[in-house]
């Protein structure tokens, strides 16, 4: 037998409760038994009928009986809900051991451990906070299961937008949410990256509520919110609450995450929403960190141009859309004139230099969706999609001008250089890949170099052919 005594709790004789309880029981109801006869011979009733062998016998049974009847009422009123709490427990431990193992939380159902509340005492609290601990853990494994979800999905993508419609169609489900939009920074602004479920959800990148949570790295659930409709089937109507969240990492904004509901948002969802932005900002801290190293990957270290190999491939990649879309494009080949004799005379930093106006003058002439790329030493090849052979052909003539108007300083004196172009286009030319079409351009090319330099001119299939010239071969006569 063990004596141990808690502060605040009973003593304990056994190591079982209702063992204690019994014993316990069974002496109260003997000391009962025993006392009983003296007490009611001090009520008046005659000695001889109570201080007798048969009668303490009888006390002490009787005594015993109602002991026992109180253990036999505690094992069915306590214990048998003891026993319940204890399976259900059991229960729930065997869950998190499977999900452990499987890491799926598929049939994990808190109200298959709930207990039934039919009490106002202990017991009924008792049960209420076993279901309040069930459901928030099962609230605990889904959303932890979201997250290595949501985190597992977005590893098998590198590009931002890609990472972003998925986070955005794993907490639309793990919210519950109607609708909602994840947008970007870039360059100190915010665009949209995904939508589902929002009109106009472009425009509410300058919501006054989502540039506060940009800027300040603050959350926000708003009800009733202006300037937000959920778009359904058969009509648009404004969310009934709108959960703002911001993307950070390491103290700086990534982006903003917006989710609008038709009824008003629970606590677990608004913490849920929380800690799913987090392997979300991680991703996109990743794929920003990916971004940048493909694009130095891909640029020339002199001019900040697409090199060759990229600027190919970007080519490829137009001229395939173009052709889905039945528009044109165009590309424009061009070659510093005599250049060769640039480096002879001013070295090869003032060449760098020269390099480096031609590329930054044709820049400022080419639109936003143009690609300029450094096809050789001194050639570099622009991409105009959505440009006919009489656009590049303008394009070509302007930078040819700047280029020429342009001289670039060189300690007290300037350097002057010209440029030679050829154009070439599809579907003016009816070619089948990007090399075909380069190969056009690179023969008009040939064509300036032949009639006299510093002057642009336009190819197509239907010119006579001039055999295309290596940009090595057409360096040296420069």
């Known amino acids: ?8 709790l009973p003593f304990r004789l056994t190591g079982s409760v209702f063992r204690d309880l019994a014993i316990v029981q069974a002496g109260f109801g003997l000391l009962v ?14 000695a001889e009928h109570l201080l007798n ?30 026993r319940l709490i204890a399976a259900r427990l059991e229960e729930i431990r065997a869950t998190l051991e499977r999900i452990q193992l499987e890491g ?27 279901n309040l601990m069930a459901a928030t853990l099962a609230d605990a494994l889904h959303t932890t299961a979201a997250v290595r979800r949501m985190t597992e999905r977005m590893v098998e993508h590198l590009r931002l937008e890609e990472m972003a419609r998925t986070a955005l169609e794993e907490m639309l489900e793990h919210t519950l949410s109607a609708g909602g939009a994840v947008y970007l920074a870039r360059e100190g602004s915010l665009e949209l990256a995904s939508s589902s479920g929002l009109e106009e959800a472009e425009s509410l990148a300058s919501h006054p509520v989502v540039m506060k949570a940009f800027e300040t790295l603050q959350g926000a659930r708003l009800e009733l919110p202006g300037g937000i409709l959920l778009n359904r089937v058969l009509a648009c109507f404004p969310p009934r609450a709108v959960l703002v969240e911001a993307v950070e990492y390491d103290g700086r904004a990534l982006g903003v995450v917006l989710l609008a509901s038709d009824r008003p948002y629970t606590e677990e969802e608004t913490r849920r929403l929380r800690l799913l932005s987090r392997p979300l900002a991680l991703a996109f801290h990743n794929a920003l960190a990916y971004d940048e190293l493909e694009r130095v990957a891909a640029l020339d270290g002199l001019t900040g141009c697409y090199n060759r190999r990229f600027g190919l491939a970007r080519l490829r990649e137009e001229l395939a859309r173009v052709m889905r879309m039945e528009a044109p494009l165009s590309v424009i080949l061009f070659d510093l004139d005599h250049f060769k004799a640039v480096n002879d005379t001013w070295g090869h930093l003032a060449g760098d230099r020269v390099l480096m106006q031609a590329a930054r003058q044709a820049r400022l002439l080419l639109r936003q969706g143009d690609v300029l790329i450094r096809y050789g030493g001194e050639e570099f090849l622009a991409v105009l999609p959505f440009a006919d052979a009489e656009e590049a052909a303008g394009v070509a003539e302007r930078i040819r001008l700047a280029i020429a108007e342009t001289p ?13 172009a050829g154009v070439a286009c599809w ?36 010119s006579a052919p001039v055999a295309p010239q290596h940009p090595a071969a057409r360096a040296r006569q420069n």
Not at 1 to 8: D, E, P, V
Not at 33 to 46: I, R, S, Y
Not at 448 to 462: C, L, T
Request: aromatic share 8%; proline share 5%.
């Open 33 to 46: 038994g025993l006392v009983f006869p003296f007490t009611v011979h001090q009520m008046g009733v005659p």
């Open 427 to 462: 579907p003016q030319a009816p070619v089948e890949s990007e090399i075909e079409l380069v190969d056009l351009a690179d023969a008009a090319l040939y064509l300036a170099k032949r009639g006299g330099r510093n002057r642009v001119v336009s190819r197509s299939a239907a």
């Open 1 to 8: 037998m063990r004596l141990i005594a808690f502060r605040g």
């Open 408 to 420: 670039v300083p060189n300690g007290r004196e300037a350097i002057s250089v010209t440029v030679s």
């Open 53 to 82: 062998w048969r009668f303490h016998l009888y006390c002490l049974a009787a005594g015993l009986a109602v002991g026992g009847m109180n253990v036999w009422i505690a094992n069915r009123v306590v214990r048998a809900r003891m």
């Open 104 to 130: 799926d939380v598929c049939g994990c159902d808190p109200g298959q451990c709930f207990l039934p509340v039919d009490s106002d005492d202990e017991l009924g609290r008792t049960s209420e906070s076993f």
